[in-house]
């Protein structure tokens, strides 16, 4: 389990609301996993969290239920979404995860935002205008199928987003294949990945988003560690994002900087931002957070900025 | 805990929707089992699922709370309704069970759908339009009190459904009433069940709706089970239900098959179907299960299908 | 984890709908409780329960969600909202506590329905129109941070509730500071509390809502328990309110009574009532419970009652 307590704020063209003052922060999750074996030696699994669970829901007005009006609650109240559980079965084969993971292109590229980064509250440094995090997973449901084989070095991923069983014209699955590869340059490991990735479509659109997109990451024996992204996409608003992040551990301090940008098809367009992340860690899993993220959304837009600061505790 | 993964697809006439086509499905669950003894040696116990729990939430509209609106979740959020889970306490007395429990008519019958049937993961085989599963009960809110006794070969049981303290007129408690017996015939054992209920009522509906249903099953050495029911019912659209359970395994293999009819009292307001299931045990909890459903509503109705193929996980 | 079945039931007055008659009561609960401890031996932990748990939900109607519409749900979807979790973080300088906590006030003063009452299924002792139970907590959201430090005889707290961010004017992060005293009187202890709070306010109010409180109580040898309280408000509807409270313990065997009055600034604007609850253990955590509630919120309205009687199941 995990619980988070500190202050938290945002600016107007952050959050969009009123209430941009600085105030308190609380968020806790525990997380249910499971693991089994099949006669053969396949091993199984699946993990929830408590924020994933919930019994679907009346909804009521003045406290008498609204006819026909439901609350749903992904993980365990809608088989046809993921709601944030995993389940997967691991062999000789390979690994198939099912629900929410990542596709093929996220699976095998290291965005700048896990370089080395010890997190905060809020993500602060992972949600600002610049950052590519999910890649076009996501782009209908993100109940994601993906398969994953390990050799050595080597790592190769093929996963579907699925259309939610649309008839619509135009629609289809959503597919990913994804590549890594671990280069050894005596005693730092040199992390590389490749992906493609078509997005899911259930909303009869045409043609379909795409993305091509490479990473190189490394990790040094001084505790600093450096990643750089590039993205190339098709069939959206914009079509090119760069990104780069950097790390830095010594002994309980951690500290994390990642900038990235996407550029417009249009003049104008770019949206950029960079994020920080700072950690001291007590020990026993509970560590000291500081979260900063900063963007916007296009040249005119106004800069979006928000900050965490407070304790999150593992157990 | 059990989770479920693997693709489903149904038909416009079984689901009403246009996302008919093959999807994936997912499915998680974790079961809270709790259990206790008194100083005088009554036992007791409570189970209450992850999809079960749940806060009761603020329903907002783009992220505006909409005042006097809320979202109320069954097993932990109201107390007026079991929600989905069981307490029970047992002693020499018997077990006295409260919430979602079955009432004694569904206590005492075995239906077609549990003769021999390894389940399946979007419960294809018994939601058909021919089904019955639950007899009267839910007929108001589920939240059902049941004791049981069982002496050798001979069971007993009563159960009420309460109408939430309604005081409209015509309004009442549900009741049931059943009896089990398992007659040993050289080894096989016959069970038989019979029972009768009145169904509950909130909403001053009259005259209440009524069942009577007997059932008769077996399980036989080499593998086969089979059992049959009867219904007859009035103050209802349908007023009498026949059905047929099969089951065979043999090994790490099983099939189920049943074919349910509702009769009713207008010419043409025939429902029935049937239901298909089979599965591969693959050990430790792991098992590949098929399901499948066909059934119509009435005789001018369109033929509903269901299906669904994949893996459940049982740990 | 606890599970109760019972029944309860209430008058008009009480519910403010038609659903008074006797009905069937069910809840359950499963708590998670999380601990660790530092590097330097500060000890942290968190504790959140099912029933405050569960996914933000979409909200649909006939099966079609709604768009822009959603199901919050408050301790694991909204961190701006404890939603029913705590957090805390305790060392040599006492302990922080943060989420649904108790105020400073409320932390330092035992009200009456705390003394010596073992609790009903549907709290009805607690919940009549002369109760005064979280004093000014909740004036905003709920969420609490508590600092508190015992040493010996003697405890201190100050906490604040926020204002959840507000830029209105007038708004202001509510506060609260209390102090215990635990004074041995020949064996017997006698618990003093004695506290002052300003409401939290989001909503751009003034002048603020005021409380001072004091307590003093004690449990006698003889199985007698009793308690005071006395709290002068200022700019609310009422500015005083009394309670007494009454406990009696025999082996397995305890009673409970409690009386409350607000005294309002107008004639006739005094809400009073009463509580009762009886217990009877029958060990191993299972407690046959009754309540009973009756008040009236002011000298013209009707007198509204509520009473419940079940089992009570601690596991």
């Known amino acids: 389990g995990r619980a988070e307590m500190g202050i938290f704020t945002q600016n107007t063209a952050f959050s969009?609301?009123?209430?941009?003052?600085a105030q308190f922060f609380t968020d806790?999750?525990?997380?249910?996993?499971?693991?089994?074996?099949?006669?053969?030696g396949l091993t199984f699994g699946a993990s929830v969290d408590l924020d994933e669970g919930g019994a679907n829901g009346t909804v009521t007005n003045a406290g008498v239920p609204i006819p026909g009006v439901a609350s749903v609650n992904g993980a365990t109240g809608n088989n046809s979404d993921d709601g944030g559980a995993t389940i997967f079965i691991s062999g000789g084969f390979g690994t198939v995860t099912m629900?929410?993971?990542d596709?093929?292109?996220?699976?095998?590229?290291t965005e700048a935002g896990n370089v080395g980064n010890p997190g905060s509250l809020a993500d602060d440094e992972t949600t600002h205008a610049g950052y590519l995090g999910a890649y076009l997973d996501g782009a209908?449901?993100?109940?994601?199928?993906?398969?994953?084989?390990?050799?050595?070095?080597?790592?190769?991923?093929?996963?579907?987003?699925?259309?939610?069983?649309?008839?619509?014209v135009n629609t289809g699955i959503g597919y990913a294949i994804g590549f890594k590869y671990a280069l050894d340059l005596s005693g730092t490991t040199v992390n590389f990945g490749i992906g493609h990735q078509r997005a899911a479509d259930a909303a009869g659109?045409?043609?379909?988003a795409k993305a091509t997109g490479v990473s190189v990451s490394a990790t040094f024996a001084n505790g600093l560690s450096a990643g750089v992204t590039y993205t190339d996409m098709s069939n959206l608003p914009v079509d090119k994002h760069y990104s780069i992040g950097l790390g830095y551990t010594t002994g309980a301090f951690s500290v994390h900087a990642n900038y990235g940008k996407f550029d417009g098809v249009a003049a104008g367009a770019e949206a950029k931002g960079f994020g920080l992340a700072a950690a001291y860690d007590l020990g026993g899993g509970a560590v000291v957070h500081f979260g900063y993220g900063s963007g916007k959304s296009s040249t005119a837009a106004p800069t979006a900025?928000?900050?965490s600061l407070g304790l999150g505790l593992s157990f």
């Open 16 to 21: 969009g609301g009123t209430n941009t003052g």
């Open 28 to 40: 806790i999750d525990v997380t249910f996993t499971m693991s089994g074996e099949t006669d053969n």
């Open 99 to 101: 629900g929410d993971t």
């Open 103 to 109: 596709g093929a292109l996220d699976w095998a590229l």
């Open 140 to 168: 209908n449901d993100g109940q994601i199928l993906r398969w994953d084989y390990t050799s050595g070095a080597f790592g190769v991923a093929i996963s579907l987003e699925d259309d939610n069983g649309s008839k619509a």
């Open 205 to 208: 659109v045409t043609p379909d």
């Open 305 to 307: 900025k928000s900050m």
